[in-house]
Structures are given as structure tokens and as C-alpha cells.
């Protein structure tokens, strides 16, 4: 039978399967081992493989061994996980503020994998709304979609599950701005599943840092990856980054020197486009001080 891996851990690979005896629309949980010959040939299951499993009879549950991988339509390596359609990167408003550096990391980290991000800015409710409003404009030429949004506002929540219907999302962020809570609002059956898995391993909820895979509905996948909040800005070549802030494109080559770094040099398009308000200073900041880690990187190794 086929299935999908939704949690890997400690040589466990817990599959969900589709059967007729689903209950309110949730599939059947087997846990399983991958056969040898893949670590012999050095192939890793991830988390949303899909795969082909074969049950062994257990009195105690729904046991069964991974036989073989059907194609991944992508491998992502931070975080590893396989078949991904888009990344949420969940921010607060307040509580704790935003560090808008740490916002731009998580967003170089997805576009160096191609994977399209939405960016939720949580706690709207704490806010003002134009400052609220304010955050999500800063990123009105990134390529990113950002939103001011509240877990328990629900207009926001149906707002959030026709972001993530027929698609498989990565949900990452830093602590404490909310994911759990709007996992739980757009995946009720989050915290049961999470439970179930962690009373069979003995451990609780929240002490594993591996992805896990919930079924928001039968073509619809969230994603949770909590180390992925650990990641600074993805290792590159300093001249690299401005390949990242699309805001720049349409100064390239307008600058007096090729090759400008848009950070020093006199009679810089882009520099002259942030005095001119047309490319927003906040990103461009961040940019300067995200180049300067880079130089400072390259220049220890």
C-alpha cells in the first residue's frame, strides 16, 4: 500500500494511509521501519516521501516496513524534508517584535530552494493596524507575499486555509510568535495526533525538534519544521545576496562600477532608489547588514 511519512524519529517512520476505515476523514497511522538495503544504497526516508509499505501482523497496532520510494518532486536540505509546494514564515507583530533581518534569512533560505513563501505577521491584535499594514508593505516588492494576520481572528484563518489548500506547506518561525496556535486553528487535530504519537514514544509534545507532516485535509499538507528557527543566512559568495532582493533588479546595470555591491560605492542606482523612497529602506538595511556577515564569514575562513 502507499503512503506518506508525516514524522521520522529514532529509526521510526510513522506513515499515514488512506483506508476505508478512516475516522472523520483521518487516515491510518503505521509505524515503520525503512528496509536495510536503503541505508545500504544510502537512501534516507524524509519526511513527506511518499512510499510504498508493506503491513506486518502486530497485535499491538498498525505496524508495517517501507519497501520502496515513489519520486520526490523535490529534496529540500534545511530543513530535510521532500515534496514541498511553499514555505509560511510566521513572524509576530508583538510579542516579541520582529527581527526583520532573521525575517530576510528565512526568506533567502527558501528562494535558494525555489520554494515560493508566504509571510504571515501574527498578533495583528496587538498592534496598531497601520503599523500592522505597515510590516506586510515592506515587502511589497520582494517576490513574497506578507500578510498581517491573527491565529484567532477566524476571517484570517479561512483566509490562511485557501493559502494552503491542494498544497504541502512548510510552516516555520522563531518561538513564541504563535505556530502552535495557528496550526491548531487551520489543523484541529494537530495537538491529538502529536499526543497520540509522543504517548507511544513516551515523550511529550513539544520535546522533539524533528518535521512532522499533518493532513489539513486529504490534498492539503502543513508542515512543521521548529529547528528550522535556528538558521541564520545560508552560506554564499557576499556578491551573491543581491540576487535575492528582487526590489534591486530593475537598477542593475546602472550603477557607475559592474559588479556593484550596492552597499559603498558613489553613484549607486540602487542606493540612490532607497534616498528616492522607491526601494524600501528597511529591506535595504537589512540587506547591508546581512552582506556585511557574509564579508566577515569569508574573511575568517
Known sequence: MTGRIIRGIGGFYYVAVASSGMTEGQPDIYECHARGIFRKDGKKPLVGDYVEIEPVPDEHGLIGRIEGFLPRKNELIRPAVSNVDQAIVVFAIRSPEPSLVLTDSFIIQMMMQDIPVILLFNKKDLADKDYAVSLAEIYGDSGVK??????????DVRMIKGMLDGRTSILAGPSGVGKSTLLNAVCPGASMETGEISKKLKRGKHTTRHSELFAVSEDTYLMDT???????VPDMDPEELKVYYREFFPYEGSCRFNGCSHTHEPDCAVRHAVDAGEVNRNRYENYCSLYDELRSRKRYR
Open 146 to 155: 506578507a500578510y498581517p494576520v491573527s491565529a484567532r481572528d477566524e476571517e
Open 226 to 232: 521548529p529547528g528550522f528557527s535556528a538558521f541564520g
